[in-house]
């Protein structure tokens, strides 16, 4: 295939892509639903990060789960085992999740009015950042263990992030990653993203994340209030 026929490929499929999403985003803006997409490389800790927020979030919001992986429900049985709906999508060969997937599987979801979805996308630092869908805001995982680099090497995660959750925290005694350096490199590619630092091992930091979650929500809400006027 030459170049440009692939350029041509590529935008066909992200124009699909951005038109289901933008219909995600208006069924989530109708079911008053704040969407967060959280991507990390494999084993960042997304999964675990997500079982102790939901167990406390669940409390104070309707909440819900969408998790991708090639293969397996292993994220969604954990998600579930704290009470928390979850559907697990299978990508087989793919990448990254789109928005017709997620439509899909919300529509398997129960009702999470005024409620908080969270998409954990397929572990990889690259595809899944080019895919709208339908989502509030993006949210990378960063773990200490990966080394502070990563923000240079991929870029485009960090440019689509609102948010990036540093965590493993707990093994920062173990490691050389300069905290520093990560967030000086992150905000090269974004100059606007916010940072927490969390182990979702012990704990440590989620006061910080919630904080920053309950900020998502009274925005929305006033977004929602101020398009009623
Ligand atoms: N020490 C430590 N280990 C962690 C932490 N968070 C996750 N882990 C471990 O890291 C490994 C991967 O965690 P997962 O939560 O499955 O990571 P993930 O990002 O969901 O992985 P994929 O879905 O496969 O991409 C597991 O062995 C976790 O126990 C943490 O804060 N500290
Ligand atoms: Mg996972």
């Not at 100059?191 to 919630?210: C, D, H, M, N, Q």
Request: charged share 25%; with cysteine; net charge neutral.
């Amino acid at each position: 295939m030459d170049s440009e026929r692939i350029i041509r490929v590529e935008r066909d499929i992200l124009g699909k892509n951005n038109a289901i999403a933008a219909d995600n985003r208006t069924l989530f803006a109708a079911d008053e639903l704040l969407v967060f997409n959280l991507m990390s490389s494999p084993g960042a800790g997304k999964t675990s990060l997500l079982v102790r927020a939901v167990s406390e979030l669940k409390l104070s919001y309707p909440t819900g789960v969408i998790g991708g992986d090639q293969q397996t429900s292993n994220d969604a049985e954990r998600i579930r085992a704290v009470g928390v709906p979850a559907i697990q999508v299978n990508t087989g060969k793919g990448c990254h999740l789109d928005a017709a997937m997620i439509g899909e599987a919300y529509r398997r979801l129960p009702r999470l009015t005024h409620g908080i979805l969270f998409i954990e996308n397929v572990g990889n630092l690259v595809c899944p950042a080019a895919f709208d869908l339908g989502e509030a805001c993006k949210i990378v995982v960063l773990s200490m263990t990966e080394g502070e680099d990563k923000p240079l090497k991929y870029p485009d995660m960090f440019a689509a992030s609102s948010l990036m959750v540093i965590n493993k925290i707990d093994l920062a005694s173990l490691l050389e990653c300069d905290l520093d350096k990560t967030v000086g490199y992150a905000r090269r590619a974004n100059p606007k993203i916010e940072v927490v630092t969390v182990s979702a091992r012990t704990g440590e930091g989620f006061g910080a994340l919630y904080t920053w979650i309950d900020r998502q929500v009274a925005h929305q809400r006033r977004a929602v209030e101020g398009a009623g006027q």
